[in-house]
């Protein structure tokens, strides 16, 4: 079974940083892309960030380019995303995400992906 477990969220003031883990266990964790969304009450969940199986595609959404960075580390079976510059409208709660299939270069589409971390807060105060 697949578990994903989020960690690292807290409050930061604006301008600050935050570097979010998820461990994952239950499969291999290489042969598989990852994601992060994130979500605040009343509306949909949103498409953060995503790597490759292999860690060598990225895709980020427009509001984090260039201030959120996505890696991976196989060996420790973790995922990780790296906030900088982070803005009060960066609160939310933030998902990572593993999809069903492996060897993929990731997606933005949560419908693409079949498990769920748990959920970490992230609050940015201005």
């Known amino acids: 079974q697949v578990q994903l477990v989020e960690s690292g969220g807290g409050l930061v003031q604006a301008g600050g940083s935050l570097r979010l883990s998820c461990a994952a266990s239950?499969?291999?964790?290489?042969?598989?892309?990852m994601g992060w969304f994130r979500q605040v009450p009343g509306k949909e969940r949103e498409f953060v960030a995503t790597?490759?199986?292999?860690?060598?595609?990225?895709y980020y959404a427009d509001p984090v380019k260039g201030r959120f960075t996505i890696s991976r580390d196989n060996a420790k079976n973790t995922v990780y995303l790296q906030m900088n510059s982070l803005k009060p409208e960066d609160t939310a709660v933030y998902y990572c995400?593993?999809?069903?299939?492996?060897?993929?270069?990731?997606?933005?589409?949560?419908?693409?992906?079949?498990?769920w971390g748990q959920g970490t807060q992230v609050t940015v105060s201005s």
């Open positions: 995400a593993a999809p069903r299939e492996g060897y993929g270069l990731g997606s933005r589409e949560a419908s693409e992906y079949a498990y």
């Open positions: 239950g499969r291999t964790f290489s042969n598989y892309a």
């Open positions: 790597i490759s199986w292999r860690g060598r595609t990225t």
